[in-house]
């Protein structure tokens, strides 16, 4: 079982939709998670940290749920700007090491 | 400006010639690290180092070498590149936190050709 795994993807939806992307990790003691974003070519950047109870920031919302491993991120109102690949990043222990899904890409048309 | 700057940006070079992928950061931080990112397989960690002179093996460690002499500097060495080298390869810091405000910085990127 792979250890980070997302949505193969790609997303399209249109200008305004909502949209949902799933990960699911397979290490129990996995400590911090993340959403990172990354533009085509370009380097991830972190899009938010996901917290316990869960965290929003603007039209984003994460969510971990430690029970069965998994964390989503839901985008609401989607913009054009928002297409783009999302990475669901687990780090296990210790300092910083991450592990990355293979990313989720999303298309938001006009 | 907080950054990781990288260098070169692109490249493309021949089998068994040796190269240098430069990285640095100005923020200060402890942790750094190299990944590469291949289509279908994400981004794989290469080395890290905790530390100045304190480095060690990621998952896909083999064809590569780094060093830490400086705490701003991580340098990538391919001391014989081959062709399955051939990626986009990505160095990062962070501080060493713990927890979620562990945010890791990454450089624009080094697109890699061996032919």
């Known amino acids: 079982r792979k250890e980070v795994e997302q949505d193969p993807g790609p997303f399209n939806v249109p200008e305004g939709a909502t949209v949902a992307f799933n990960c699911t990790y397979s290490?129990?003691?996995?400590?911090?998670f993340f959403w990172y974003r990354q533009d085509c070519r370009k380097e991830p950047k972190l899009l938010m940290s996901?917290?316990?109870s869960g965290n929003e920031d603007g039209r984003f919302t994460a969510q971990l749920n430690r029970a069965s491993q998994y964390i989503s991120l839901l985008i609401r109102d989607s913009k054009l700007s928002d297409s783009a690949t999302y990475l669901c990043?687990?780090?296990?222990?210790?300092?910083?090491?991450?592990?990355f899904g293979k990313g989720t890409m999303l298309l938001v048309s006009p | 400006e907080a950054q990781v700057t990288q260098n070169p940006r692109y490249l493309i070079t021949v089998t068994g010639k040796k190269l240098t992928v430069t990285c640095s950061q100005n923020?200060?931080?402890?942790?750094m690290s190299w990944y590469r990112q291949d289509p279908g397989l994400g981004l794989r960690q290469i080395y890290y180092?905790?530390?100045?002179?304190?480095?060690d093996k990621g998952d896909v460690p083999e064809g590569y070498k780094v060093s830490r002499k400086e705490k701003r500097n991580f340098p990538l060495i391919l001391e014989s590149p081959s062709p399955n080298q051939t990626s986009l390869y990505f160095c990062?810091?962070?501080?060493?936190?713990?927890?979620?405000?562990?945010?890791?910085?990454f450089g624009p990127g080094t697109r890699l050709t061996v032919l």
């Open positions: 290490n129990s003691a996995s400590q911090s």
């Open positions: 996901v917290y316990s």
């Open positions: 923020m200060n931080h402890e942790y």
């Open positions: 990062a810091s962070s501080s060493r936190g713990s927890g979620s405000t562990d945010t890791q910085y």
């Open positions: 180092s905790m530390n100045v002179e304190v480095t």
């Open positions: 990043v687990v780090r296990n222990s210790g300092y910083s090491t991450l592990t």
